[in-house]
């Protein structure tokens, strides 16, 4: 059986920006509002749980308004990250759905880290991801 990894600001090390009038990835880890990073790439969030987890599954939000929703992601991880380098791929979804506004479930072996790294690769359009929601399960 799965549990939630409950997460909070203090989580949020680093990310890619927020866009004029935007939101920032605080607002992902609760249902109100959306992530609303720069408009244009790259879209990262980077996470420290402050401790090493088993992540075994992630579900992921769009706005669903299917100009602004995922269509690509990797999830990454590491132990440290002094060195860039050092993340190690857990998995690359590619068939987010568009226009879906309920969590996507992508599941994957599971991996064990520390350090967490959401990339948005691509969206359904040319513009920004509006990420409403991102869970983490071990």
């Not at 949020?12 to 992902?28: D, M, N, Q, R, Y």
């Amino acid at each position: 059986e799965s549990y939630v990894i409950y997460l909070n600001e203090s989580n949020i090390l680093k990310h890619s920006g927020i866009g004029p009038g935007g939101a920032g990835p605080e607002h992902l880890l609760h249902h109100y509002g959306h992530w609303n990073p720069n408009p244009g790439p790259p879209w990262y969030i980077i996470f420290d749980f402050h401790q090493r987890f088993t992540v075994q599954r992630v579900e992921l939000s769009n706005f669903g308004d299917g100009t602004h929703d995922v269509s690509q992601f990797t999830l990454e991880t590491a132990d440290n990250i002094e060195n860039n380098d050092a993340y190690q791929l857990v998995t690359s979804a590619t068939g987010v759905k568009k226009e879906v506004h309920s969590p996507q479930v992508f599941t994957f072996t599971p991996v064990t880290g520390r350090y967490w790294r959401l990339n948005v690769t691509k969206t359904h359009s040319e513009f920004q991801p509006w990420i409403e929601l991102l869970i983490f399960r071990g």
